[in-house]
């Protein structure tokens, strides 16, 4: 199993310019979120770019920020003794990183990266925290959020019991595909490996599959979708499944991703 890597604890974000927040989020569980309480976080939130390998938060200690990504993705990730890591979800523009402080919680016995560079918002969880309590709408869309994120936890936990790899691999790569405004993103056979809880040899095996299949273009680290119906046919039930329970939960996605297919 792959190790978390120091280089993480490493890693720093860059602050944004301030009026790169725009008033129309990005962000699809802000956008989900009624007028009113949007606008009360507006003046909170600062604009940042998460840089790959980037850590939002670790293990036992203060949560300092959440984050709203709105491109990229970031890895929900459990590391055992030994410093062996596997990721147990995933985070993109459908949500937000910081779930321990909406149930009134500072800390969580995880850790968050970004396995994928892009855009984001930020704010100090003190102050999310003290929004949480002056509106019962905000409570009500984060528990929302809340809920479709642990679904897709338990989906993801099966999934990993009952599913080939090369389906897991094909979920990952479609929830990567939908979270981007790129067909194209950099992912090494560390990273991989290290969410889908398997050796690299094993996503060697699957990516190359994939490849000659003609689904995908994978090579030093850099991942090109080529054909989004022929993943969604080789993947399990899982990615559908996930993808059913955020509409359901948050409303149906926007389609602002350059009209790709969903």
Same mark, same amino acid.
């Given at each position: 199993?792959?190790?978390?890597?120091?280089?993480? =604890?490493?890693? &720093?974000?860059?602050?944004?310019?301030?009026?790169?927040?725009?008033?129309?989020?990005?962000?699809?569980?802000? =956008?989900?979120?009624?007028?009113?309480?949007?606008?009360?976080?507006?003046?909170?939130? &600062?604009?940042?770019?998460?840089?790959?390998?980037?850590?939002?938060?670790?293990?036992?200690?203060?949560?300092?920020?959440?984050?709203?990504?709105?491109?990229?993705?970031?890895?929900?990730?459990?590391?055992?003794?030994?410093?062996?890591?596997?990721?147990?979800?995933?985070?993109?523009?459908?949500?937000?990183?910081?779930?321990?402080?909406?149930?009134?919680?500072?800390?969580?016995?995880?850790?968050?990266?970004?396995?994928?560079?892009?855009?984001?918002?930020?704010?100090?969880?003190?102050?999310?925290?003290?929004?949480?309590?002056?509106?019962?709408?905000?409570?009500?869309?984060?528990?929302?959020?809340?809920?479709?994120?642990?679904?897709?936890?338990? $989906?993801?936990?099966?999934?990993?019991?009952?599913?080939?790899?090369?389906?897991?691999?094909?979920?990952?790569?479609?929830?990567?595909?939908?979270?981007? &405004?790129?067909?194209?993103?950099?992912?090494?056979?560390?990273?991989?490996?290290?969410?889908?809880?398997? $050796?690299?040899?094993?996503?060697?095996?699957?990516?190359?599959?994939?490849?000659?299949?003609?689904?995908?273009?994978?090579?030093?680290? $850099?991942?090109?979708?080529?054909?989004?119906?022929?993943?969604?046919?080789?993947?399990?039930?899982?990615?559908?499944?996930?993808? =059913?329970?955020?509409?359901?939960?948050?409303?149906?996605?926007?389609?602002?991703?350059?009209?790709?297919?969903?």
């Amino acid at each position: 199993m792959p190790t978390a890597s120091t280089q993480w =604890r490493k890693s &720093q974000h860059t602050v944004a310019a301030p009026e790169t927040a725009k008033a129309r989020p990005k962000n699809r569980l802000l =956008r989900f979120l009624p007028h009113e309480d949007y606008e009360r976080l507006l003046p909170h939130l &600062q604009p940042v770019t998460f840089k790959y390998k980037l850590s939002l938060y670790e293990s036992d200690r203060q949560i300092e920020f959440v984050y709203f990504i709105e491109t990229g993705v970031a890895s929900l990730v459990n590391t055992m003794r030994n410093g062996d890591s596997a990721e147990v979800g995933t985070i993109g523009n459908e949500g937000m990183v910081g779930l321990p402080v909406i149930f009134g919680d500072s800390q969580a016995p995880t850790s968050v990266y970004i396995q994928v560079a892009g855009q984001g918002l930020r704010m100090r969880a003190k102050t999310f925290w003290q929004e949480l309590q002056r509106s019962v709408s905000l409570r009500t869309a984060m528990l929302h959020y809340a809920h479709a994120f642990f679904n897709q936890v338990a $989906q993801s936990a099966a999934c990993n019991t009952f599913h080939l790899l090369e389906q897991r691999c094909c979920r990952w790569f479609l929830m990567t595909y939908d979270r981007m &405004q790129s067909d194209e993103f950099q992912l090494t056979q560390e990273f991989l490996a290290m969410m889908l809880g398997v $050796q690299r040899p094993g996503v060697t095996i699957a990516a190359s599959a994939l490849q000659r299949a003609g689904l995908i273009h994978y090579t030093r680290g $850099q991942v090109k979708i080529l054909d989004y119906a022929g993943l969604v046919k080789r993947s399990c039930e899982c990615y559908a499944q996930s993808k =059913r329970e955020f509409d359901r939960l948050l409303g149906t996605a926007p389609s602002e991703n350059g009209g790709r297919p969903k």
